[in-house]
């Protein structure tokens, strides 16, 4: 009897210990969140999303998470590089490459200076290829768009 109260104490501990660790985790995400709207389809690692105002956050392991705001739920989590902005002070912002009608999400800055690069999906690379064969050096062209107030 005593060892099944000691067990039920601990796991009480371990399960309040658990919900303190994803409380603290949730408020930092909070912190490093912006709202967009993007006024056009786009494509996130390989997934279409539609226009609309979305909200996008960084994981406490550094992955973005993409949500529109007529879900709620995760459309997108993806794994980035981390980019500096060498003292640049421009607002919160979302940055797409453009090939033609194709909108293609590639930077997410969440506060000045932090900024995370997403790697090309497979329909990026094949467009940017395909591109690099009809004109020589073509390049995408950068779409910005800046951050909704909080």
């Keep these: 009897m005593v060892m099944k109260n000691i067990k039920t104490y601990l796991n009480g501990i371990i399960l309040a210990a658990l919900s303190l660790v994803v409380f603290a985790s949730d408020a930092r ?3 490093q ?3 967009v709207e993007i006024p056009f389809e786009f494509s996130v690692n390989d ?4 226009a609309g105002t979305y909200t996008i956050s960084k994981e406490s ?9 007529f879900e709620g739920r995760a459309v997108a989590i993806l794994p980035v590089a981390s980019l500096s ?3 640049r002070k421009a607002q919160p912002r979302v940055i797409f490459h453009r090939y033609g009608e194709d909108y293609f999400l590639r930077q997410v800055w969440l506060s ?3 900024g995370r690069q997403l790697p090309k999906s497979k329909t990026e ?4 290829s395909e591109l690099l064969l009809a004109k020589l050096n073509a390049k995408p062209i950068s779409v910005e768009i800046v951050s909704l107030a909080r």
């Design 29 to 31: 995400s909070q912190s």
């Design 33 to 35: 969140l912006i709202r």
């Design 47 to 50: 997934r279409n999303l539609s």
């Design 61 to 69: 392991n550094g992955a973005l998470i993409v949500r529109p705001d």
């Design 85 to 87: 902005s060498l003292g």
């Design 112 to 114: 000045f200076g932090d």
């Design 125 to 128: 690379r094949l467009l940017s």
